[in-house]
Antibody, heavy 121, light 109 residues
Framework: EGQLVESGGGLVQPGRSLRLSCAAS????????MHWVRQAPGKGLEWVSG????????GYADSVKGRFTISRDNAKNSLYLQMNSLTPEDTALYYC??????????????WGQGTMVTVSS | QSVLTQPPSASGTPGQRVTISCSGS????????VYWYQQLPGTAPKLLIY???QRPSGVPDRFSGSRSGTSASLAISGLRSEDEADYYC??????????FGGGTRLTVL
């Protein structure tokens, strides 16, 4: 089925940057689209960004467009999220999730355990 | 305010059948597939239903999904204590982004 392990979270001041990573194993990473989904403390799920198998198709939620950049390295079986100009509203548990298909347009069938990002002065 | 609307809570007794609704619009549920995720306390979400009514392998057939127009529903039959969790509906929208419901907390009485 596969496994996803996120890393890179932590406490960061407003306006600063952070880069999240997601290491994939147990499936052929380059055959699937990938996503980032976040969950603020005590709140629901919010899709952040998705990327196709070959990075040719990328999408962002309006709330992060222009500030966050998703990328992947198929040779390293890794997914990334570069987060710039962070605000307290970005405080959340960030999940890496695998799509069922090569394009970012289907269900998320494998999830990591998440990495916590806290934006505070 | 979530794009998809779910009741914040639902409850049932063991063995009962419970349904959770999800209301959207023509730009999401009305034209795209609906998905359901289960999030047990303190854990990551898990895919429960994809493409309106398909179950991934390993998901019991007690869980079923349906879609009609701009609404969808998740039904859980033969309710069990381990079904106590948060349930989220989701759909892609015409702006090529995923929208989620606010989640429904299911309590097994």
């Amino acid at each position: 089925e596969g496994q996803l392990v996120e890393s890179g979270g932590g406490l960061v001041q407003p306006g600063r940057s952070l880069r999240l990573s997601c290491a994939a194993s147990g499936f052929t990473f380059e055959d699937y689209a990938m996503h980032w989904v976040r969950q603020a403390p005590g709140k629901g799920l919010e899709w952040v960004s998705g990327i196709s198998w070959n990075s040719g198709s990328i999408g962002y939620a309006d709330s992060v467009k222009g500030r966050f950049t998703i990328s992947r390295d198929n040779a390293k079986n890794s997914l990334y999220l570069q987060m710039n100009s962070l605000t307290p509203e970005d405080t959340a548990l960030y999940y890496c999730a695998k799509d069922r298909t090569i394009m970012p347009d289907d269900a998320f069938d494998v999830w990591g355990q998440g990495t916590m990002v806290t934006v505070s002065s | 305010q979530s794009v998809l609307t779910q009741p914040p809570s639902a409850s049932g007794t063991p063995g009962q059948r419970v349904t959770i609704s999800c209301s959207g619009s023509s730009s999401n549920i009305g034209t795209n597939y609906v998905y359901w995720y289960q999030q047990l306390p303190g854990t990551a979400p898990k895919l429960l239903i994809y493409r309106n009514n398909q179950r991934p392998s390993g998901v019991p057939d007690r869980f079923s999904g349906s879609r009609s127009g701009t609404s969808a529903s998740l039904a859980i039959s033969g309710l069990r204590s381990e079904d106590e969790a948060d349930y989220y509906c989701a759909a892609w929208d015409d702006r090529l982004s995923v929208v989620f419901g606010g989640g429904t907390r299911l309590t097994v009485l």
